[in-house]
């Protein structure tokens, strides 16, 4: 089985630069927010204005765009993580309803799979558990019970819908390589979906430290100077 997140965008506003550029002019034109809806055509002038007001933090603009992504093929770690951002609305593959039929899907941890010996290891250790979790549901123990013996690494399928500010925020903090490599991947792929409709997305989707121009992290994986080497220098 691909051990790898298989993420497809589902849903985007066809009008996303000009529902942004509408909210970021309203704020500032003594015109109606209809009107500049209507004789918003210009991309080039709406590109600018909309970089200007990103970039000064006045975020409330991007949350009227809402981004809707079908994920599958992830671990349920990687999803106890993504749904740790309360800003998301999740629809998830449920273990009470959706019974494990034979052995159940998982990934196989990257750092494991490089190791023959130990992936081996692994894959023996899956099926244990499929074997008992198959007793237990044998027995006449509801999924929702028996489910308690499956491991974080189960595969799973959701649907996870987000504003454009929260997927970026998600993109900063998921995308840094101090983020786990499943969900760095999975967050990548959702960013990269967006980004091939919208490729104007691409400077914000990005991890924080090119946001920001210095690493943060106690753990620098040293591809950007952190700010105590940037202050030191001047
Ligand atoms: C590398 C990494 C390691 C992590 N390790 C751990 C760990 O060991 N243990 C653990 O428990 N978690 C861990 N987390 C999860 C982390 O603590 C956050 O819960 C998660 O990243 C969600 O981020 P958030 O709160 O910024 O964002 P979201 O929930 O997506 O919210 C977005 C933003 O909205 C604002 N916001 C949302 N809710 C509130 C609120 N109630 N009050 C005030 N402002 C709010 C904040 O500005 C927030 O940044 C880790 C995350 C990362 C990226």
Same mark, same amino acid.
């Given at each position: 089985?691909?051990?790898? /997140? ?12 000009? #529902?942004? $550029?509408?909210?970021? !002019?309203?704020? $500032?034109?003594?015109? #109606? /927010? ?17 970089? !200007? ?15 809707? %992504?079908? =994920?599958?093929?992830?671990? !349920? ?18 273990? !009470? $309803? ?7 899907? $998982? ?10 010996e130990l992936?081996q290891k692994f894959?023996s250790f899956?099926?244990? =558990? ?10 006449? =123990? /509801? ?63 990005? /991890? ?18 952190? %700010? ?7």
């Amino acid at each position: 089985m691909n051990n790898k /997140p298989v993420v497809k965008l589902i849903s985007k506003p066809e009008d996303m630069l000009k #529902t942004i $550029y509408t909210a970021c !002019r309203t704020c $500032y034109s003594a015109d #109606t /927010p209809q009107n500049i809806y209507e004789g918003a055509e210009d991309k080039e002038k709406m590109l600018k204005l909309i970089e !200007r007001i990103i970039s000064s933090g006045h975020y409330s603009t991007i949350e009227h765009i809402q981004v809707s %992504f079908a =994920i599958s093929n992830v671990s !349920r770690s990687c999803t106890h993580q993504l749904v740790r951002h309360r800003h998301m609305s999740f629809s998830q593959k449920s273990q !009470r $309803y959706v019974k494990e039929k034979g052995q159940f899907d $998982y990934l196989i941890p990257h750092t494991i799979e490089k190791n023959e010996e130990l992936k081996q290891k692994f894959e023996s250790f899956m099926k244990d =558990i499929s074997d008992k979790y198959q007793e237990f549901v044998e027995a006449g =123990i /509801p999924a929702e019970d028996a489910r308690a013996v499956l491991p974080n690494a189960c595969a799973t399928s959701l649907v996870a819908s987000l504003n454009l500010r929260e997927l970026i925020h998600i993109a900063n903090l998921r995308l840094c390589t101090r983020a786990q490599y499943e969900i760095r991947t999975m967050v990548k792929m959702m960013c990269d979906e967006l980004i091939k409709e919208e490729p104007w997305l691409k400077p914000y989707l990005v /991890p924080k430290c090119e946001k920001n121009g210095f690493c943060d992290e106690d753990k620098s994986c040293g591809r950007m100077p952190k %700010f105590e080497e940037l202050t030191n220098k001047n």
